[in-house]
C-alpha cells in the first residue's frame, strides 16, 4: 500500500543478533500494528502502538520490543534473533473503526 | 486472545462459479472484516460488517453476520481467476487488537 512503506524487504540475519524493522506510515494513522504470519498460525499480533510512546503487547510479544518516537515510525526490535523468529513480518495501521492498511511485509530469515 | 477459525482451509473452483467461505469465532464478534491477500503481498481491506448489521454487499462481495452464532460467511459471485488468494476474516472484539482467522486459500481456475 502506498501509505505504508517496510523496510527492510528482505533480511537476512544470524542466531543471537539485534534486528530492526521499520514501519512508516503517511496517513497520521493514531493506531499501527506489527504482525507476524506463519503457515498454519495466520496472523499473530506482535505489538501495537496508540500514539507516540505509547505501545501494548500482543499474543506473541516474547523476544520483540518495539518504539514510536515519531507518528509515522514504529519500530519492531528483534533483541536477539532466534531460528522461531523466522517470519513474514506485516506492519497494519487504521484509522477510526474502518479496516487496516497493511504494508507489503518483511520477510525475515534467522540462519 | 481469540482467533477465528475458517473453513474450508482450501477452496477449488472454476471461474464463473460462487465461492463461500466460513468464519467462526468463540467470542462474541464486534466489527467483522474480511482480508484478501495475494501471494507474497499485504492483506488487502475487502469489507467490513458491523455487529448490527446482517448483510452487507460490496460489488460482487456479499457478507452475512449471525452474532448468535459467532459467524460470518463471505460469498464472491461469478468469480474470476484473478480472485485466487488468501481470504481471512478478522474481528477486534470491541478493543483495539485485531484478531485474524486461519484463512481460506482459494483457487479459481479457467
Known amino acids: 500500500d502506498a501509505g505504508i512503506t517496510q523496510s527492510p524487504r528482505h533480511k537476512v540475519t544470524e542466531t543471537g543478533t539485534p534486528v530492526t524493522l521499520r514501519c512508516h506510515q503517511t496517513?497520521?494513522?493514531?493506531?499501527m500494528y506489527w504482525y507476524r504470519q506463519d503457515p498454519g498460525h495466520g496472523l499473530r499480533l506482535i505489538h501495537y502502538?496508540?500514539?507516540?510512546?505509547?505501545?501494548d503487547k500482543g499474543e506473541v510479544s516474547d523476544g520483540y520490543s518495539v518504539s514510536r518516537s515519531k507518528t509515522e515510525d514504529f519500530l519492531l526490535t528483534l533483541e536477539s534473533a532466534t531460528s522461531s523468529q523466522t517470519s513474514v513480518y506485516f506492519c497494519?495501521?487504521?484509522?477510526?473503526?474502518?479496516?487496516?492498511?497493511f504494508g507489503s511485509g518483511t520477510r525475515l530469515t534467522v540462519v | 486472545s481469540q482467533q477465528g477459525e475458517e473453513d474450508p482451509q482450501a477452496l477449488s473452483i472454476q471461474e464463473g462459479e460462487n465461492a463461500t467461505m466460513n468464519c467462526s469465532y468463540k467470542?462474541?464478534?464486534?466489527?467483522l472484516q474480511w482480508y484478501r491477500q495475494n501471494s507474497g503481498r499485504g492483506l488487502v481491506h475487502l469489507i467490513l460488517?458491523?455487529?448490527?448489521?446482517r448483510e452487507k454487499h460490496s460489488g460482487r462481495l456479499r457478507v452475512t453476520l449471525d452474532t448468535s452464532k459467532k459467524s460470518s460467511s463471505l460469498l464472491i459471485t461469478a468469480s474470476r481467476a484473478a480472485d485466487t488468494a488468501s481470504y481471512f476474516c478478522?474481528?477486534?472484539?470491541?478493543?483495539?487488537?485485531?484478531?485474524f482467522g486461519t484463512g481460506t486459500q482459494l483457487k479459481v481456475e479457467l
Open positions: 502502538s496508540y500514539g507516540v510512546k505509547d505501545t
Open positions: 460488517i458491523r455487529s448490527n448489521e
Open positions: 478478522a474481528d477486534t472484539g470491541g478493543g483495539n487488537k485485531l484478531t
Open positions: 497494519a495501521t487504521r484509522l477510526g473503526d474502518y479496516g487496516y492498511t
Open positions: 467470542t462474541s464478534i464486534n466489527n
Open positions: 496517513e497520521n494513522h493514531r493506531y
